[in-house]
């Protein structure tokens, strides 16, 4: 997450660009701002330089606290001032907050982005070469192999493949719609979950089909679950469920990503 401070406010209030710091940082070369003639701007990890985590139900929130404090020998006559920095999940946007403590002037400063998966095929269960041509043209029952991957520097986080279902339309999935998975329930025999190198990567394989009355494309959409990885009772730790059933887990994030599309390659003249 990102702190900036105008010099010109710290300056108003007696301190200089040089005197905000992180203090739980411990000094860390990674914790500290860039300075400029306008402003201060701290770029802080969100496992590093102390950046707090808070797991609330559907939230986690990242916090950190920069401080600046001017002492003249064994006395002070000015307020110490902390700009208390946060960044919070929720739903799908990311909250981002800023307020001064100790009775002075409130500054809050919000900014909204998504929280990104991203997902791929790849040619073979290595998961070392990614395909890169669109349509991606296969022969018929084909073995794909899939992978996503969540995009954050949080390295605690789970991604659980939630439910995956195919149509022939990228804009189209309510009309003509086949699934692979739904809920967590394996729906099509030759869908298998794949083993993956860490929690924030999921990894999945199914045989190509095409829909019949000759729709030439094939088109995913796929909703992952990201939790906390380490809560043993979150949706990602519960595999199928039942849609009725409330999730219980302390924290998930729904996210929606299509892919595609996917092309029988034409036959070979004989």
Known sequence: MQASVNTSYLQSLGYSARDLVIPSSGGSSQCQPQITSSQVTFTIPYSGCGTVKQVDNDTITYSNVLKAAVSSGIIKRKKDLHIHV????????????????????????????????????????????????????????????????ILHSDTSLDLFVDTCVASPSSSDFTSLTYDLIRSGCVKDTTYQTLP????????????????LNRFPSVYLRCRMVVCKADDN??????????RSKRDAGSYQEKVDVVLGPIQLRAPSAE
């Not at 993956?196 to 829909?211: D, I, L, M, Q, Y």
């Not at 009772?233 to 039942?242: E, N, Q």
Request: charged letters at 20%.
């Open 86 to 149: 946060s960044c919070k999940m929720l739903r799908d946007t990311w909250v981002k907050t800023m307020y001064i403590a100790n009775d002075t002037i409130e500054v809050t400063e919000v900014q909204y982005s998504n929280f990104h998966v991203n997902i791929f095929f790849y040619t073979s269960s290595s998961f070392s070469n990614r395909v890169t041509s669109s349509p991606y043209y296969v022969d018929l029952d084909q073995t794909l192999y899939l992978q996503a991957e």
């Open 196 to 211: 993956r190198p860490s929690p924030r990567v999921a990894r999945f394989k199914f045989s190509s089909f095409h829909f």
């Open 233 to 242: 009772s979150s949706r990602c730790h519960r595999g199928c469920v039942v």
